[in-house]
């Protein structure tokens, strides 16, 4: 439907290289805390950007409306900024259009009511018998649209659903994250039940001195990881700028062979466009292949600059950031979350990451707090909730000291493009640099 | 802008709102990144909105939209109270809002150049040259600057006839060099890290930080912290430049003492706070000489403005006072609890988000001498500068900052830098260790416009006053 918009743009900069990118959405979230809804928006959003680059020189405008004055404005002003900026020596053209191969994703797009999704808060506050509970659900239902003069026309939709919840006990807290398709494909009440309990679970903790730990980490920790790991050097701009992990490592053993990453759009789990923000069909990369250093993710620009093809993985153009990984997944291994905690003598199950940032791109060390039910495990058992604790860590050091991986994935609540799909994992010799009040 | 916000309010109003507010914005964003002498990045982004927030049934609903058309703006207003009455399904008690004085105004921030009128060709050639003299530095392989400007006009009307339009221009920009040799990056930053230094100015903001004079030393230091061993891991003295003392006090003072926090309403998101709404009056923050402002009057301040978006005049409150916890930052609803009126900090990012508390200017308040007295007062310990990293825990005790530059001090003098610095600290601890702020001739307010909180996030831009002070026994070179 946006599309004759994006084609008027194009028809109207004739014999320019034009590139118009649109994205629309319509985003309805029920953000509830104190066990009632606190906060309710329904917001319809619009954005759409027009690139012309006038021998290797760019221009971009974007605006949120799209009347014929408002496009023919915008298009001249584009042009006026391209001709007073610096061509770009780099510049490879616009893509050309490129089969995308990926299967459409069975999204059921709707429009839910208020009400319904009020109901859906109620079934989870009601399921958390008298616990607070906070959290928020989300409808997001968004539309890109991507044109270019070398023929690119392109529309995809995706719809989704989130829950992300905090159940709290007095002094104690459990958390929830489920991102699925369809709104029924959301079990409100289990959720609640698994916040409950953990929170129950997690009162009086005790104080544990920081120091190096096994650790069984639940999924939505080991999605921190993944996910910080895929901001700092899997980009081949990144690389090419010597300021990735990868640097010399190509080919290289970088974590424990039970180690594979892949960004991998066609996984059945995976969610998110088609195609990335050039137009140009996302590909499955395998990152990290049984622990060793396999291949790079490429825009069009990078691709053409280092000889490959790209691999779909393209922000919008021109940007600082480069190609990173859209699809991050840890491939499953064959344990359960129960064998890795009965398999540890004395360890810490941590159930998430909080506040994690990055201290070190090129050792990969970033540092955080676990949240919402950190235990002792002793023996095989979870005996202790502990107070919240500071992690100062390698993720490649804690990838090599990788024990056993969880037989199922989850998708991560952190993520930095689309969910990131990740199983638990035990870990040894995981560093614990401080402790909470 | 009147007709479409009385709309939008009316229709709100007849569809059964008790309370209605509305904010129409057109906005412009204009940013521009070079990295080593080719402009990476140009935006340039013009937009327009409506946000429409009601009450209805004693509960909150908001909706808002891009598309001004009138039927739009019909359906987003009725849509916005549906949404409300949805909300009622779970509530509690109504909501109810301190009391507000009806104002009509306009306001407008001192602006001596529009920065959209400085052609475009005349910032990227600043940027240029700046990229250009750092990557002639040995080792400096990557050298970026950026400037940002913001221009905003925004009309705020509500169903108690309070009728403000707001003009607002804000600038920022900065300069940085990255060090790289055999797997290691090192980056300095000038005015800051993050694009450098941002207030609500207009482009004589970037004339006076004078990027060009400042590029050659920084990329000098990325250069030699190349070279330079890493920050020892002990427990000793530390002193924080100014830019480093406003993050502290961003992520250690200004999140924990905003009232929604305090009470629950971000807990699923970033956490709550280790402060109780019973502290005000009792807690001891910090050491006596710890003094915190909320100041949104500050002339140039980031989180400077005339009234918030509830209304609400900008405001000067005491937060800390001689290192005792004596206020929060408000909005109407959560003063309302405290049998208060709001202090004014209540703002949305854009028209397409609901307004919550966010901090205005947060300031340590100046104490006294200079950086160099402090020094010399210091006969051994280690001075940080310039934020690299931050974190801390979900109630805002337990941090750890990264900094890009460390230099250690013995029998009162800089001597040889240090790479990798970090701290840690338990918040009241930490300010408890506090004793010595430098004086009004090293205080600056230092401009933070990524501020995130809320779901959907939110990014607010907040100034905070600071100069370096001076904190006694703190762990620092974690690893």
Same mark, same amino acid.
């Given at each position: 439907?946006?599309?004759?918009?994006?084609?008027?743009?194009?028809?109207?900069?004739?014999?320019?290289?034009?590139?118009?990118?649109?994205?629309?959405?319509?985003?309805?979230?029920?953000?509830?805390?104190?066990?009632?809804?606190?906060?309710?928006?329904?917001?319809?959003?619009?954005?759409?950007?027009?690139?012309?680059?006038?021998?290797?020189?760019?221009?971009?405008?974007?605006?949120?409306?799209?009347?014929?004055?408002?496009?023919?404005?915008?298009?001249?002003?584009?042009?006026?900024?391209?001709?007073?900026?610096?061509?770009?020596?780099?510049?490879?053209?616009?893509?050309?259009?490129?089969?995308?191969?990926?299967?459409?994703?069975?999204?059921?797009?709707?429009?839910?009511?208020?009400?319904?999704?009020?109901?859906?808060?109620?079934?989870?506050?009601?399921?958390?018998?008298?616990?607070?509970?906070?959290?928020?659900?989300?409808?997001?239902?968004?539309?890109?649209?991507?044109?270019?003069?070398?023929?690119?026309?392109?529309?995809?939709?995706? &719809?989704?659903?989130?829950?992300?919840?905090?159940?709290?006990?007095?002094?104690?807290?459990?958390?929830?994250?489920?991102?699925?398709?369809?709104?029924?494909?959301?079990?409100?009440?289990?959720?609640?039940?698994?916040?409950?309990?953990?929170?129950?679970?997690?009162?009086?903790?005790?104080?544990?001195?920081?120091?190096?730990?096994?650790?069984?980490?639940?999924?939505?920790?080991?999605?921190?990881?993944?996910?910080?790991?895929?901001?700092?050097?899997?980009?081949?701009?990144? &690389?090419?700028?010597?300021?990735?992990?990868?640097?010399?490592?190509?080919?290289?053993?970088?974590?424990?062979?039970?180690?594979?990453?892949?960004?991998?759009?066609?996984?059945?789990?995976?969610?998110?466009?088609?195609?990335? &923000?050039?137009?140009?069909?996302?590909?499955?990369?395998?990152?990290?292949?049984?622990?060793?250093?396999?291949?790079?993710?490429?825009?069009?620009?990078?691709?053409?600059?280092?000889?490959?093809?790209?691999?779909?993985?393209?922000?919008?153009?021109?940007?600082?950031?480069?190609?990173?990984? &859209?699809?991050?997944?840890?491939?499953?291994?064959?344990?359960?979350?129960?064998?890795?905690?009965?398999?540890?003598?004395?360890?810490?199950?941590?159930?998430?990451?909080?506040?994690?940032?990055?201290?070190?791109?090129?050792?990969?060390?970033?540092?955080?707090?676990?949240?919402?039910?950190?235990?002792?495990?002793?023996?095989?058992?979870?005996?202790?909730?502990?107070?919240?604790?500071?992690?100062?860590?390698?993720?490649?050091?804690?990838?090599?000291?990788?024990?056993?991986?969880?037989?199922?994935?989850?998708?991560?609540?952190?993520?930095?493009?689309?969910?990131?799909?990740?199983?638990?994992?035990?870990?040894?010799?995981?560093?614990?640099?401080?402790?909470?009040? | 802008?009147?007709?479409?916000?009385?709309?939008?309010?009316?229709?709100?109003?007849?569809?059964?709102?008790?309370?209605?507010?509305?904010?129409?914005?057109?906005?412009?964003?204009?940013?521009?990144?070079?990295?080593?002498?080719?402009?990476?990045?140009?935006?340039?982004?013009?937009?327009?909105?409506?946000?429409?927030?009601?009450?209805?049934?004693?509960?909150?609903?908001?909706?808002?939209?891009?598309?001004?058309?009138?039927?739009?703006?019909?359906?987003?207003?009725?849509?916005?109270?549906?949404?409300?009455?949805?909300?009622?399904?779970?509530?509690?008690?109504?909501?109810?809002?301190?009391?507000?004085?009806?104002?009509?105004?306009?306001?407008?921030?001192?602006?001596?150049?529009?920065?959209?009128?400085?052609?475009?060709?005349?910032?990227?050639?600043?940027?240029?040259?700046?990229?250009?003299?750092? #990557?002639?530095?040995?080792?400096?392989?990557?050298?970026?600057?950026?400037?940002?400007?913001?221009? #905003?006009?925004?009309?705020?009307?509500?169903?108690?006839?309070?009728?403000?339009?707001?003009?607002?221009?804000?600038?920022?920009?900065?300069?940085?060099?990255?060090?790289?040799?055999?797997?290691?990056?090192?980056?300095?930053?000038?005015?800051?890290?993050?694009?450098?230094?941002?207030?609500?100015?207009?482009?004589?903001?970037?004339?006076?930080?004078?990027?060009?004079?400042?590029?050659?030393?920084?990329?000098?230091?990325?250069?030699?912290?190349?070279?330079?061993?890493?920050?020892?891991?002990? %427990?000793?003295?530390?002193?924080?430049?100014?830019?480093?003392?406003?993050?502290?006090?961003?992520?250690?003072?200004?999140?924990?003492?905003?009232?929604?926090?305090?009470?629950?309403?971000?807990?699923?998101?970033?956490?709550?706070?280790?402060?109780?709404?019973?502290?005000?009056?009792?807690?001891?923050?910090?050491?006596? %000489?710890?003094?915190?402002?909320?100041?949104?009057?500050?002339?140039?301040?980031?989180?400077?403005?005339?009234?918030?978006?509830?209304?609400?005049?900008?405001?000067?409150?005491?937060?800390?006072?001689?290192?005792?916890?004596?206020?929060?930052?408000?909005?109407?609803?959560?003063?309302?609890?405290?049998?208060?009126?709001?202090?004014?900090?209540?703002?949305?990012?854009?028209?397409?988000?609901?307004?919550?508390?966010?901090?205005?200017?947060?300031?340590?308040?100046?104490?006294?001498?200079?950086?160099?007295?402090?020094?010399?007062?210091?006969?051994?310990?280690?001075?940080?500068?310039?934020?690299?990293?931050?974190?801390?825990?979900?109630?805002?005790?337990?941090?750890?900052?990264?900094?890009?530059?460390?230099?250690?001090?013995?029998?009162?003098?800089? #001597?040889?830098?240090?790479?990798?610095?970090?701290?840690?600290?338990? #918040?009241?601890?930490?300010?408890?260790?506090?004793?010595?702020?430098?004086?009004?001739?090293?205080?600056?307010?230092?401009?933070?416009?990524?501020?995130?909180?809320?779901?959907?996030?939110?990014?607010?831009?907040?100034?905070?006053?600071?100069?370096?002070?001076?904190?006694?026994?703190?762990?620092?070179?974690?690893?």
């Amino acid at each position: 439907m946006y599309l004759d918009s994006l084609s008027y743009v194009i028809d109207k900069a004739k014999g320019i290289d034009t590139e118009c990118f649109l994205i629309s959405n319509r985003r309805i979230l029920t953000r509830f805390a104190n066990s009632y809804i606190h906060q309710n928006v329904s917001v319809d959003d619009m954005e759409l950007s027009i690139r012309v680059v006038l021998n290797g020189k760019n221009g971009k405008i974007s605006v949120n409306q799209l009347s014929k004055d408002t496009l023919d404005s915008a298009l001249e002003r584009a042009i006026e900024i391209a001709k007073i900026t610096p061509p770009d020596p780099d510049y490879p053209g616009l893509p050309t259009p490129a089969a995308v191969n990926i299967e459409r994703q069975d999204y059921q797009i709707r429009d839910i009511k208020p009400e319904v999704l009020a109901q859906k808060v109620k079934e989870f506050i009601d399921a958390t018998s008298n616990l607070n509970a906070s959290g928020a659900l989300e409808i997001s239902d968004t539309t890109i649209a991507i044109a270019n003069s070398n023929g690119i026309a392109l529309e995809d939709r995706l &719809f989704t659903v989130s829950l992300e919840a905090v159940v709290q006990d007095g002094d104690s807290s459990g958390y929830v994250y489920s991102m699925e398709k369809n709104l029924e494909d959301i079990d409100f009440i289990s959720l609640a039940k698994v916040a409950s309990d953990k929170a129950r679970m997690g009162r009086n903790p005790v104080e544990l001195s920081p120091g190096y730990y096994t650790v069984v980490l639940e999924p939505q920790a080991v999605g921190t990881l993944v996910s910080f790991l895929g901001l700092m050097g899997f980009g081949a701009k990144q &690389f090419a700028e010597g300021r990735s992990f990868l640097v010399g490592k190509i080919g290289e053993k970088i974590t424990s062979e039970m180690i594979s990453i892949w960004d991998y759009p066609s996984h059945t789990r995976a969610i998110g466009f088609l195609f990335d &923000f050039e137009g140009l069909p996302r590909r499955d990369v395998v990152l990290i292949d049984k622990g060793v250093a396999k291949n790079l993710v490429y825009d069009f620009k990078y691709a053409k600059k280092m000889g490959k093809e790209s691999t779909g993985n393209g922000l919008p153009q021109p940007n600082t950031d480069g190609p990173i990984p &859209f699809n991050l997944t840890l491939l499953p291994g064959e344990s359960s979350l129960e064998e890795m905690i009965a398999s540890t003598k004395r360890g810490i199950l941590v159930t998430r990451f909080h506040y994690t940032n990055i201290v070190d791109p090129i050792k990969t060390v970033i540092t955080g707090m676990t949240r919402d039910g950190t235990f002792l495990i002793e023996d095989g058992e979870i005996t202790t909730p502990v107070k919240n604790m500071r992690f100062t860590q390698s993720i490649l050091e804690a990838l090599s000291s990788t024990e056993l991986i969880g037989k199922e994935l989850f998708r991560s609540g952190e993520h930095f493009i689309y969910p990131t799909l990740v199983p638990a994992l035990k870990v040894n010799n995981f560093q614990f640099t401080g402790v909470t009040r | 802008m009147r007709d479409i916000a009385y709309m939008a309010l009316n229709t709100a109003l007849e569809y059964g709102a008790t309370f209605c507010e509305v904010r129409v914005i057109k906005s412009r964003r204009q940013g521009i990144t070079v990295k080593n002498e080719l402009v990476e990045e140009l935006i340039d982004r013009v937009e327009e909105g409506i946000g429409i927030r009601v009450i209805a049934n004693g509960s909150w609903g908001f909706a808002g939209t891009s598309f001004l058309d009138k039927s739009n703006i019909i359906e987003t207003a009725q849509k916005a109270v549906k949404i409300a009455l949805a909300s009622s399904l779970t509530k509690k008690r109504n909501v109810e809002l301190s009391t507000a004085k009806k104002i009509i105004a306009t306001w407008r921030n001192p602006v001596k150049i529009n920065p959209f009128e400085v052609p475009l060709d005349k910032k990227v050639s600043i940027l240029i040259e700046a990229t250009r003299i750092m #990557t002639r530095v040995k080792d400096v392989k990557i050298a970026e600057g950026s400037m940002d400007f913001w221009e #905003t006009e925004k009309l705020f009307v509500n169903s108690e006839g309070t009728e403000i339009f707001q003009h607002i221009i804000e600038s920022g920009g900065g300069i940085s060099a990255y060090g790289i040799r055999e797997g290691d990056v090192q980056r300095r930053s000038y005015p800051n890290s993050f694009g450098g230094q941002y207030e609500t100015r207009g482009y004589e903001l970037i004339e006076e930080i004078k990027l060009l004079d400042n590029a050659q030393r920084i990329a000098e230091e990325a250069s030699a912290l190349l070279d330079a061993p890493e920050c020892p891991s002990t %427990i000793t003295t530390l002193i924080l430049d100014g830019s480093q003392v406003a993050l502290q006090v961003h992520e250690s003072i200004g999140h924990p003492i905003e009232l929604d926090r305090i009470l629950g309403m971000e807990a699923s998101y970033a956490g709550t706070s280790f402060i109780s709404i019973n502290d005000k009056g009792r807690l001891k923050y910090g050491s006596k %000489i710890m003094n915190i402002t909320a100041d949104a009057t500050l002339p140039g301040g980031l989180g400077s403005f005339g009234f918030d978006d509830e209304g609400i005049p900008a405001q000067r409150v005491d937060i800390v006072r001689d290192g005792i916890l004596v206020g929060f930052l408000t909005n109407r609803e959560t003063s309302y609890i405290l049998g208060e009126t709001s202090n004014g900090t209540c703002r949305a990012d854009g028209w397409r988000n609901i307004p919550i508390i966010r901090m205005t200017n947060i300031n340590l308040e100046p104490g006294t001498g200079t950086l160099e007295d402090l020094i010399k007062d210091t006969d051994e310990g280690i001075f940080m500068s310039t934020n690299k990293s931050w974190s801390i825990d979900d109630r805002r005790l337990n941090f750890q900052f990264g900094l890009e530059i460390a230099w250690e001090i013995k029998n009162g003098k800089l #001597t040889r830098i240090l790479k990798n610095p970090n701290y840690t600290g338990i #918040t009241p601890e930490f300010w408890g260790s506090l004793d010595a702020v430098c004086g009004s001739s090293e205080w600056k307010i230092w401009g933070v416009p990524n501020c995130g909180k809320g779901q959907p996030g939110q990014l607010a831009h907040v100034g905070h006053g600071t100069s370096p002070a001076r904190f006694r026994n703190v762990r620092v070179g974690v690893r």
